[in-house]
């Protein structure tokens, strides 16, 4: 099996540095200076296709545009990217969102992916009228999914659970081919709904040895179950040609953050309920030092972002190395990232995908033989760890 690479589709705006959102972060440090237009998401999304990226996630929240309605207009501007649309069950009813992906999967002719999210932040559920507590929701998503599957499977649901309730709940127009469900969560409630439901476990980029311990733990829990899942990653990267240049660009984007926003986006980033965010921010503790937590693994990002808050940093050969590395703790899916989504989208997919595919761990989906530029060593494994990139301040 080849590599599959996702990109993202950044709907609270873009920027030359970090913009904020996600987890528990103030609505108001979200967004950047490019708007999410449908003109600038087509951009991007137009480019990675062409680069052969297989899909783009979109995000779920308040503090980005609705993922639902902005890929469905971006299906207009492409030809055969996927879409990973975050969504949160329990805000709308099963046999709506089975109806809607069905839907979308018609008429943007099978180009429909889903990322269930259950929702991280109580206050944020409480604004769309969601008032459970976080395993509770996680028990609705499993109820929640149990339906849509059903009805996915051409099934007539009769179903009464202890959250959702429907009576004689039937598609009359099956979605053709079903969803893939990539499902997220790093908690003990999450987990188990994870196993039974998802045809992908997604992890948010931690440390290889941190990520294999969290697959043998999913891993144990489905072959419990009977299932055998496919594993994906989200980072964000920075890649350019030597590993000096690509280092330089994330001491650039560290110099972008004031520590009034650190502080800031900190403090709500503590008081998030997901156990994902909290491993997030063990990684850098909030601090400006020492944010290679691994070799190419850098958590600047997570200084003023929530959820996903680590890049890999480096060279292109440096880069293609990790995600080798990860390859062989059984990820086989990377939802990448960068800032600006425009021009990073052509580093990694000018530089990084030419290497993989040189190494048999990638093609092209549209079978194109691509660039063939480079000359590459086969991957030799982890490499010496570079010193972190110097505060900011230090300079």
């Known amino acids: 099996m080849t590599l599959t690479f996702h990109w993202f ?41 062409q680069l052969g990226f297989v899909g783009a996630l979109t995000p779920t929240g308040a503090w980005c545009e609705d993922a639902w309605l902005s890929t469905a207009m971006l299906t207009e501007v492409t030809e055969r990217l996927k879409f990973l649309v975050a969504f949160r069950p329990g805000l709308t009813s099963p046999t709506l969102a089975a109806q809607m992906a069905s839907t979308f999967q018609r008429l943007s002719r099978g180009r429909l992916l889903l990322n269930v999210v259950t929702g991280g932040e109580s206050s944020e559920q409480r604004a769309y009228g969601d008032f459970l507590d976080k395993d509770t929701r996680y028990a609705r998503a499993d109820e929640f999914l149990h339906v849509v599957r059903a009805l996915w499977r051409g099934e007539t649901v009769d179903y009464t659970g202890a959250h959702l309730r429907v009576e004689q709940a039937r598609l009359h127009r099956l979605p053709d081919p079903t969803p893939p469900v990539y499902f997220g969560g790093s908690s003990a409630a999450a987990l188990p709904v994870a196993v039974r439901h998802s045809d992908v476990y997604l992890t948010w980029g931690e440390p290889p040895a941190q990520v294999a311990d969290k697959l043998d733990r999913v891993r144990a829990l489905a072959a419990d179950a009977g299932r055998a899942l496919r594993f994906g990653i989200r980072l964000h990267v920075i890649a350019r040609d030597t590993a000096d240049e690509a280092w330089a660009q994330a001491r650039r984007l560290l110099t972008g953050i004031s520590e009034a926003d650190i502080r800031a986006v900190q403090d709500g980033l503590r008081r998030s309920e997901s156990e994902g965010q909290r491993r997030m ?11 290679e937590v691994s070799p190419n ?10 959820g996903a808050g680590t890049a890999l940093v480096g060279s292109h050969r440096e880069i293609a190395d990790r995600i ?40 092209h989906p549209d079978g194109r033989p691509g660039p063939t530029d480079h000359v590459d060593v086969p991957f030799a494994g982890t490499s010496t760890p570079r010193p972190a990139p110097e505060p900011a301040a230090a300079r």
């Open 9 to 49: 589709l950044p709907t609270n705006g873009d920027s030359r540095d970090v913009v904020g959102g996600g987890h528990g972060v103030p609505t108001g440090a979200a967004g950047g200076a490019r708007p999410a237009s449908v003109a600038y998401l087509g951009q991007i999304a137009r480019t990675a296709e």
């Open 281 to 291: 921010l063990d990684l850098h503790g909030g601090s400006r030092d020492s944010l």
């Open 297 to 306: 693994l850098w958590a600047g990002v997570g200084l003023v972002r929530g």
């Open 324 to 363: 080798a590395e990860y390859h062989a703790l059984g990820i086989d899916e990377f939802i990448l990232s960068g800032y600006p989504h425009l021009e990073e989208a052509y580093w990694f997919g000018e530089g990084v995908l030419p290497i993989l595919r040189e190494r048999g761990l990638w093609r």
